[in-house]
């Protein structure tokens, strides 16, 4: 398995009115990450569309034990570290210039051809761009959204241009600053969020009109856990589940 690192410099529009990053921003250096680990491979998303091929990521598993401050300088490294199927599993670690880790993420990603829009076989070439030996690996024990959604609170977004990425999709950032949005004020203010998963079901499109819902918080020691659903307004379909994970400041 062959490990690529990037570092970031934290900018101050990537910051939060404290001054450290928010926790979308940290996604983005990471699937940033990613992409430059592909292209350095050879398996990059240009090569990989001349011949119809794609990754389309379906679940973040994130822990987050501090924020990285404006100006601070971090490292992302990232590594695949599983393939099976049509599936494949990488891995991430942010960690500081004293190399204490700060954060940790598992994904789950679907290989696909993009014209037919169907997950296909990962190409044999492509476990030794990322040094895969053996298929099969042992799944990754992702939370299970298998639960009854009781709505608490709920706000509604139009799908903007802004929203779109090089994918021609709404970038997979943009579902978790929709959750974000319906956090309480009162838990925003005194809490952190330390750990969050996210299961995208269904594609959003541009204009689509978006309801994102969250259900009542439970408490369990000093934490908030919440659940949270988003959803195109015309259709019963779920297009993404949430979980997030509050802790006291």
Not at 89 to 97: A, L, S
Not at 113 to 128: H, L, Q, S, T
Not at 170 to 176: D, M, P
């Amino acid at each position: 398995m062959r490990k690529y690192i990037k570092e970031f410099t934290v900018p101050y529009y990537d910051s939060d009115k404290n001054g450290t990053a928010y926790p979308a921003s940290l996604l983005a250096y990471m699937e940033e990450t990613s992409s430059f680990h592909s292209d350095d491979l050879g398996v990059g998303v240009d090569e990989l569309r001349k011949k119809n091929y794609g990754w389309m990521l379906n679940r973040w598993n994130v822990s987050l034990h501090r924020y990285p401050k404006v100006r601070e300088k971090i490292f992302v490294e990232t590594l695949a570290t599983g393939f099976d199927k049509f599936y494949a599993t990488r891995e991430f670690v942010i960690y500081d210039t004293d190399k204490s880790i700060i954060g940790q993420a598992t994904t789950l990603w679907i290989f696909l051809d993009i014209v037919k829009k169907r997950p296909i076989r990962i190409p044999k070439e492509f476990y030794k761009a990322y040094n895969i030996v053996d298929e099969n690996q042992p799944p990754y024990d992702f939370y299970n959204f298998n639960f009854e959604f009781a709505t608490e609170t709920s706000i509604d977004f139009h799908v903007r241009k802004t929203d779109i990425d090089y994918n021609n999709h709404v970038n997979n950032v943009k579902y978790l600053n929709w959750m974000l949005e319906v956090i309480p004020d009162e838990v925003d203010n005194d809490y952190y969020l330390t750990e969050f998963d996210i299961q995208y079901k269904k594609e959003i499109k541009l204009g689509d009109l978006i309801e994102s819902s969250i259900s009542e918080g439970m408490t369990r020691d000093d934490k908030r856990i919440y659940l949270h659903k988003i959803n195109t307004i015309d259709s019963n379909d779920v297009n993404t589940y949430g979980r997030t994970v509050w802790k006291k400041r």
